[in-house]
């Protein structure tokens, strides 16, 4: 993030500390649970939101090299992600065109085949059909050309590598980002690297889980022991973008910081968390300990009160060998621990219990406050995206 744009939130940061108060949305809005556990809108979630539509799937990062693979499952759709010998990422159907083995898993390098490890069909970044050793004539007559690996539309920017699975066509993503992409860009998400990931079924609604990561009001209460012993509740700096959001959660040190300091050596990223709202199911969380969270929010297949997340975890460069890179590992793996640890139990297992409260049928509705303005807005933001669907 360019340090213009720090010193520009940091200074929100202030006046709104000054004035006792923090970013505010325009009013209150009264938020029907039903769209947590409503079957039909959990069916046109996943058929508008989570087909057709750009998905973050994973960073620039996770393919530095040509002939580099990453197997990820875009919710139901297994995503295979290769960059090729021409430096475009391209994304398939992670299935043999044999009967359906999956061809690669997790990261790797495939050099420039892939070979399915069920009866050995070959592919090349380009998905072609190679090889298919020991067939002898079993697949005479087959149009070969037919059987390359199904293509998924893929773009790769800002740093992002976004899908859309179900979409046909190439991927215009052109505008996608609308206002955020410059700001989204200037992370060079091309340089962070893959470290771990974590992948859980959590029993709340997809769209519970993500809310949690919309607004900082509760990180005094909810995170006493934990992170909010370092951040701030309030004030919190929020701008939307399109659908799109990015927040500031800042450190309880950074006020006596820059008081000390001349604004050129002010210093947002060292104290603060910088939190990335990309619609409809991804956060990129990047946390003054240099490392990015990409958090991925997917709804269960046919159960509303069910979703998967997945944490995919990045260092902000590769780890190196020896004693310093032991020290480098252990360091982000104590961040990771403690990330998975603090967002799985202190903020999920507040959803799953939210989640059965709706289910009792006696909830109608919550209400978001002023100060939630993110919250407001992915809401908004999907039930305008379902309304115009359903127009058409
Ligand atoms: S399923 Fe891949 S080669 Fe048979
Ligand atoms: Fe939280």
């Known amino acids: 993030m360019r340090h213009s744009a720090q010193v520009d939130l940091i200074h929100r940061f202030l006046k709104l500390r000054a004035d006792r108060t923090t970013d505010m949305a325009p009013d209150t809005r009264h938020h029907d649970v039903g769209v947590y556990v409503d079957e039909g809108r959990a069916t046109a979630e996943r058929a508008l939101l989570f087909r057709g539509r750009p998905l973050v799937a994973a960073l620039s990062g996770d393919l530095p090299d040509t002939g580099d693979c990453v197997a990820v499952d875009v919710g139901d759709v297994p995503t295979l ?22 061809v690669a898993e997790g ?32 697949f005479a007559g087959e149009d070969r050309e037919a059987l390359g690996l199904h293509p998924i539309p ?32 200037s992370w060079d998400f091309d340089r962070y690297r893959f470290f771990d990931e974590r992948v859980v079924e959590v029993d ?28 701030l509740s309030t004030p919190a700096v929020g701008d939307t973008f399109g659908p799109h959001g990015r927040g500031v959660v800042f450190g309880k040190q950074l006020a006596r910081t820059v008081a000390e300091l001349p604004e050129d050596e002010w210093d947002l990223l060292g104290h603060s968390s910088v939190v990335y709202q990309l619609f409809p199911n991804a956060v990129i969380n990047l946390p003054s300990s240099g490392h990015a969270e990409v958090w991925q929010a997917y709804p269960h297949p046919s159960d509303p009160s069910r979703c998967r997340v997945h944490l995919r975890f990045y260092t902000p460069d590769g780890i190196p060998e020896g004693p310093e890179g032991d020290r480098s ?10 990330t998975a640890e603090v967002v799985l139990t202190e903020d999920f297992q507040q ?15 919550m209400v978001f406050g002023r100060n939630e303005p993110a919250l407001q807005n992915f809401h908004a933001s999907i039930d305008a995206v379902l309304a115009r669907e359903a127009a058409e």
């Open 107 to 138: 990261h790797g390098h495939a050099g420039r085949v892939f070979t399915c490890p069920y009866h050995a069909w070959t592919y090349d970044l380009h998905g072609d059909l190679l090889g298919q050793p020991l067939a002898r004539d079993g």
């Open 351 to 365: 959803q799953e219990a939210i989640q059965r409260n709706i289910a009792s049928g006696l909830m109608h509705e």
């Open 154 to 185: 893929v773009a790769e920017v800002a740093g992002l590598l976004v899908v859309a699975p179900g979409a046909t066509g190439p991927l215009d993503v052109e505008d996608w980002l609308g206002g955020v992409h410059d700001e989204l860009a």
């Open 204 to 231: 709340c609604n997809w769209k519970l889980a993500y809310d949690t990561f919309l607004e900082a009001y509760h990180i005094f209460s909810l995170h006493s022991r934990t992170v909010g012993k370092g951040l």
């Open 329 to 338: 590992r252990a360091f982000f793996q104590r961040n990771l621990d403690f």
């Open 81 to 102: 992600l290769v960059r090729g010998e021409d430096g475009q990422v391209r994304a398939f159907l992670n299935a043999c065109r044999h009967r359906g083995s999956r």
